[in-house]
């Protein structure tokens, strides 16, 4: 797939998961977990009451962390979350900043920028702007954010390079990264080559090293993996949304495939900082 198809298999995938998610609160359902991209379990580790407070936002959340829990962003910081979705983490974000801070979420889905703005506006925030754009050309000022953070994105870019330059370009000297991102180990070729687990966060995940330099090549510094959750065989299979017949398994084998990726999957948690 050219980068240009894998924007749009992306931007289209996150279409239907947040209609379907959308679909799922409204008759009251309770599903999801097999249904969308990214488990709604995963999505939901690590937010304590703000998945309350922010119903609606967290119902339509495909993350794999909660980024600002392990931010230290402060009353009246700017903070930028790449790939923001329904915005979730903006909402959080905007909790912690303030009035007197700012908000921004950059996603290039259409759908998903206009559930940010209502969920948004429905929070009473003014001072949350989701934008549209892609994280590899941010449309952001150099030098004009105390924080980015990001839930679950970058390993979706088929540009990782450019998304760590942006994120040095973006930041003011001092400020700081505060991702949590899928990463993978020697995953086997039939994972590497399908769609379906692409968008499920897990065919383009980079190894945790790799990030790691990649953060750091882009001038970043300080840069640090704070904590990480593996993932177990069944986790992954909830991730690659239950239509097996799609992956091109054999259901007789499925364990046994799905065994394979036991333990080389997880999500890490990166830090680090814009030192000038
Ligand atoms: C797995 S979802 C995570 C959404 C959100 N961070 C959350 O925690 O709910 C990935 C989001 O990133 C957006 N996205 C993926 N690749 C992108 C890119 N290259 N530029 C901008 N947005 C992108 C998708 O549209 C989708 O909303």
Not at 230 to 252: E, T
Request: charged share 25%.
């Amino acid at each position: 797939m050219s980068d240009k198809d894998v924007h749009t298999t992306v931007a289209e995938a996150y279409t239907g998961a947040l209609e379907r998610s959308r679909e799922q609160t409204a008759t009251g359902c309770c599903g999801g977990a097999n249904d969308a991209p990214v488990s709604q379990t995963a999505a939901l580790a690590g937010y304590g009451e703000e998945a309350a407070v922010h119903e609606d936002a967290a119902a339509s959340s495909f993350g794999c962390g909660n980024p600002l829990a392990f931010a230290g962003v402060q009353k009246g910081d700017t903070v930028l979350d790449l790939g923001a979705g329904a915005g979730f983490d903006l909402l959080i974000a905007a909790d912690r900043v303030g009035p007197e801070g700012h908000v921004i979420g950059i996603d290039m889905t259409d759908a998903m920028i206009d559930a940010a703005r209502e969920n948004a506006a429905k929070a009473g925030f003014s001072n949350v702007d989701a934008r549209k754009g892609l994280i590899e050309d941010l449309p952001v000022d150099d030098a004009s954010v105390d924080w980015v953070i990001s839930n679950c994105v970058i390993n979706l870019s088929p540009e990782k390079d450019r998304v760590f330059a942006e994120i040095h370009r973006v930041l003011r000297p001092g400020g700081a990264f505060a991702i949590s991102d899928i990463v993978v180990e020697d995953l086997p070729a039939w994972i590497r080559e399908h769609t379906q687990a692409y968008v499920a966060c897990v065919a383009g995940a980079i190894s945790e090293s790799d990030y790691v330099a990649g953060l750091c090549s882009a001038g970043l510094d300080g840069v640090e993996v704070t904590d990480r959750l593996v993932y177990s065989a069944d986790q992954i299979k909830g991730m690659l949304a239950g239509d097996f017949a799609n992956l091109g398994l054999d259901p007789s084998t499925l364990d046994a495939d799905i065994s394979e990726v036991d333990g080389k999957v997880w999500s890490a948690k990166f830090t680090g900082r814009r030192k000038d």
